[in-house]
T-cell receptor, first 109, second 115 residues
Framework: DAKTTQPPSMDCAEGRAANLPCNHSTISGNEYVYWYRQIHSQGPQYIIHGLKNNETNEMASLIITEDRKSSTLILPHATLRDTAVYYCIVMEYGNKLVFGAGTILRVKS | DTGVSQNPRHKITKRGQNVTFRCDPISEHNRLYWYRQTLGQGPEFLTYFQNEAQLEKSRLLSDRFSAERPKGSFSTLEIQRTEQGDSAMYLC?????????????FGEGSRLTVL
């Protein structure tokens, strides 16, 4: 079973930052927070993951609260091509990814 | 193209027929995963291989499903005596790291429609 809670959908204006929240109140000390996205008719795409510290890469930033019970994925300048389903997953290294229903992000012009 | 390749991309079959999907992972990736996704749901784990060894199978994988990865390269997923409930997208993913760090590369999937 998925261990995360995400809003079913969100809208974002093109060019603005998209902030996608995720609750994972039962996360354990060895579990990482992962984000994937899935654009329509494509396979999921890895975005970023982190354990405790905030992380940033060329695609996004991941902000994890100090108690690690929630996190936010930030797409700094959303484009129409960022419209997708975004999955937040918690997983310990060595286990398998368990996907929930995710958040449908609609970027609108 | 150096990504994960899946064939066929689409398959329509009649109930009771057998179907086989093929996945070619990224070269040198030793872990290979199969997931299934139905409309509006996230992908569900089916099974995974470390090289040629099948290390875990989900309870979702009934006796009609079999997966192989001979020689630790490409993999096949066969569904025997298909049922309408098997209609789904079948996704393959691969990973390089010896330990699963969760960074998987997914293919575009094989969509199965059972009539």
């Amino acid at each position: 079973d998925a261990k995360t809670t995400q809003p079913p959908s969100m809208d974002c204006a093109e060019g603005r930052a998209a902030n996608l929240p995720c609750n994972h109140s039962t996360i354990s000390g060895n579990e990482y927070v992962y984000w994937y996205r899935q654009i329509h008719s494509q396979g999921p795409q890895y975005i970023i993951h982190g354990l405790k510290n905030n992380e940033t890469n060329e695609m996004a930033s991941l902000i994890i609260t100090e108690d690690r019970k929630s996190s936010t994925l930030i797409l700094p300048h959303a484009t129409l091509r960022d419209t997708a389903v975004y999955y937040c997953i918690v997983m310990e290294y060595g286990n398998k990814l368990v996907f929930g229903a995710g958040t449908i992000l609609r970027v609108k012009s | 193209d150096t990504g994960v390749s899946q064939n066929p991309r689409h398959k329509i079959t009649k109930r009771g027929q057998n179907v086989t999907f093929r996945c070619d992972p990224i070269s040198e990736h030793n872990r290979l995963y199969w997931y299934r996704q139905t409309l509006g749901q996230g992908p569900e784990f089916l099974t995974y291989f470390q090289n040629e060894a099948q290390l875990e199978k989900s309870r979702l994988l009934s006796d009609r499903f079999s997966a192989e990865r001979p020689k630790g390269s490409f993999s096949t997923l066969e569904i025997q005596r298909t049922e309408q409930g098997d209609s789904a997208m079948y996704l393959c993913a691969s990973s390089l790291r010896q330990e699963n760090t969760g960074e998987l590369f997914f293919g575009e999937g094989s969509r199965l429609t059972v009539l």
